[in-house]
């Protein structure tokens, strides 16, 4: 069986609390990859239709200061899976809801999450089938590095 990427893709928004935030309203970078790691699990559970975990995040930067108040718009979906893992580009947008001015990009991570089965270990996900041709274009990226680390992480095991 195979999937799309708009199959799965999830789109979480929040507004940011004073709890979240230090205290010169900045919210906190932990609360908002706790938000971006629900946002990448929801996007590989519809992808696997079973639970998962969260193996890995990568290439995590943060652009732009999140305010308490601020309306955060985070979009997760599948770039790439291997046999039981999935990776989830997760973007997030934030929104000065006061302001007229439109979302601006904050911050971007990948997460690699991996589904597992009923008897606690990964299980085989389907296939992911790269549409546009910037999805074809990340596909082939994240293939790369995912044979890549494959590869470094058989050598030290030898
Ligand atoms: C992720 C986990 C299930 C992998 O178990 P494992 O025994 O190493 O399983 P495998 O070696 O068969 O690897 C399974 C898949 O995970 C991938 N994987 C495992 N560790 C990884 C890592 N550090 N980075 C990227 N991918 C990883 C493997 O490449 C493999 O993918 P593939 O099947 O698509 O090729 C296990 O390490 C684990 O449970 N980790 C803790 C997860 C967790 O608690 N997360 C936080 C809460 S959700």
Redesign the pocket.
């Known amino acids: 069986m195979q999937r799309t990427v708009s199959y799965s893709r999830t789109i979480l928004s929040q507004i940011m609390q004073i709890s979240m935030a230090n205290s010169a309203g900045n919210i906190h970078g932990g609360e908002i990859m706790k938000i971006m790691d629900s946002a990448a699990g929801a996007a590989a559970k519809r992808h696997a239709r079973c639970p998962v ?4 995040v990568d290439e995590l930067e943060f652009m732009t200061p999140v305010h308490v108040g601020d309306l955060i718009i985070c979009t997760a979906e599948l770039t790439f ?5 999935m990776e989830v580009l997760v973007t997030v947008e934030v929104e000065n809801l006061q302001e007229e001015a439109p979302p601006t990009a904050a911050l971007t991570g990948y997460f ?1 999450m ?1 589904a ?1 089965g009923p008897d606690g270990r ?1 299980k085989p996900v389907p296939g992911l089938i790269p549409e546009t041709e910037v999805e074809k274009r990340r596909y082939e990226e994240r293939r790369k590095i995912y044979l890549q ?2 590869q470094a992480a058989s050598s030290t095991k030898e």
């Open positions: 975990v969260t193996a890995r899976v291997g046999r039981t893992s690699t991996v597992i990964p680390r494959k």
